[in-house]
């Protein structure tokens, strides 16, 4: 009987982790929605400068456009990659102005150039030459989720029409 009983806490104790997790997971997911849309109206530059820029997603294969003024941060283009998983109906005049409380953008994913393939460094100072990077590959970038990360799988099963509780928890 008491090696039943402790199968059974043991069972609970389980569970309520499980669901916990998920619930975890889920806020995640939600704060990083939320930075996305405080990113766009805050930290993303207007589209202005030297450097045009077309980047795919896994979402879609649009390319999508914008201008940088190069610098020595190449912080500005993992900012615009994050934005462009924001839905299109979710307009600018809505986003938030203020961040999720304690939320740190994850990184989980890589820029790449098209032709030669290579890597574009996230940056915060000495980025000119990350820059010449990009501009010597005509601008042509693609954003990608690094293996093990989590970065655009929430706006695929979304556009799949999956539930986002269905995820398996990693």
């Given amino acids: 009987m ?3 009983k402790q199968a059974k806490e043991l069972e609970r104790i389980k569970a309520e982790r499980a669901e916990r997790e998920a619930e975890e997971k889920q806020r995640r997911i ?9 990113a766009r109206k805050h930290l993303l530059p207007q589209s202005t400068g030297s450097i045009r820029v077309a980047m795919r997603t896994p979402l879609n294969a ?27 109906e979710d307009k600018v005049e809505d986003d938030p102005d203020q961040p999720p409380l304690g939320y740190e953008p994850e990184w989980d994913f890589r820029i790449v150039t098209t032709y030669p393939r290579k890597e ?6 000495g980025g000119e030459a990350v820059w010449d990077l990009v501009k010597s ?34």
């Fill in 62 to 88: 649009e390319r999508n456009v914008r201008s940088f003024e190069p610098g020595p941060s190449t912080v500005p283009l993992f900012i615009f990659a994050e934005t462009l998983l924001i839905p299109k």
């Fill in 2 to 4: 008491e090696a039943e």
């Fill in 120 to 125: 574009v460094e996230r940056v915060e100072s």
């Fill in 137 to 170: 590959a005509g601008g042509a970038l693609v954003a990608e989720k690094e293996e093990h990360g989590s970065w655009a799988d929430a706006e695929i099963r979304e556009l799949n029409g999956e539930d986002s509780d269905e995820e398996v928890i990693q």
């Fill in 30 to 38: 939600q704060d990083r929605k939320a930075w996305r849309r405080y």
